[in-house]
């Protein structure tokens, strides 16, 4: 089963706009990633955010969490076109192993 | 430096056959992780090797077996194959054990008919 479950499981939006999404999972957590998947490819880290963090900046990216909603959410600012993608949230279980959530596809039109 | 590299990138096997799927990480990398991701599932953990150790396993039939070797390079088997078999299979290492950061193949897309 997995960890985390993102929300929304679709997203459009146009270029420009910012993009939301969220992430809320069932155990106590160390850390929580986000990565991105472009289509049939590999993923790509974007971002760790540690259980004792409450909010962290990347670029464009802002991630929250909120360990007593076991939630967290993603903020794309200013989308392109090039953030197209499948986005995942992963937690860390027992051993440190991640798991991953079933995804939400973004897909900024131009 | 190099990327982590899964070969080969596509296969296409019958129920029945047996594969071997391999994982170069990226170089001092010591964790290497396998994940099965189809359209169903999502991306399911199969198992964690570190230091030629199994760290972890997921809930996956023993059909499903891996290792990894003394200078970090992981492979993963598939015996007996089944058409719900099919998927993309990505490999992902890291430095250490705490997996704070994974590193993903571009995945070996297996497909049994």
Redesign the interface.
């Known amino acids: 089963s997995q960890q985390g479950e993102e929300d929304p499981q679709a997203l459009s939006i146009q270029e420009g706009e910012n993009a939301t999404m969220n992430c809320s999972y069932k155990t106590s957590i160390n850390n929580l990633q986000w990565y991105r998947q472009n289509s049939g490819r590999g993923l790509v880290h974007l971002i760790l955010i540690r259980s004792n963090e409450r909010e962290k900046h990347s670029g464009r990216l802002r991630v929250t969490l909120d360990t007593s909603k076991k939630s967290s959410s993603l903020l794309i600012t200013a989308s392109r076109a090039a953030d197209t993608a499948s986005y995942f949230c992963a937690t860390d279980a027992r051993g440190n192993k991640l798991v991953f959530g079933a995804g939400t596809i973004l897909r900024v039109k131009s | 430096k190099a990327g982590?590299t899964q070969t080969p990138r596509y296969l296409i096997k019958t129920r029945g056959q047996q594969v071997t799927l391999s994982c170069s990480p990226i170089s001092g990398h010591r964790s290497v992780?396998w994940?099965q991701q189809t359209p169903g599932q999502?991306?399911q953990?199969l198992f964690?090797y570190f230091s030629e150790t199994q760290?972890?396993k997921?809930n996956f039939p023993g059909r499903f077996s891996g290792r990894q070797f003394s200078n970090s390079r992981s492979e993963m088997n598939v015996s007996t194959l089944e058409l719900g078999d099919s998927a993309?299979y990505?490999c992902?290492s890291s430095l250490d054990?705490?997996?704070?950061?994974?590193?993903?193949?571009?995945?070996t897309?297996l497909s049994v008919l």
């Open positions: 982590v992780s994940y999502g991306l953990f964690e760290r972890n997921g993309l990505l992902a054990s705490q997996n704070e950061k994974l590193f993903f193949g571009s995945g897309q």
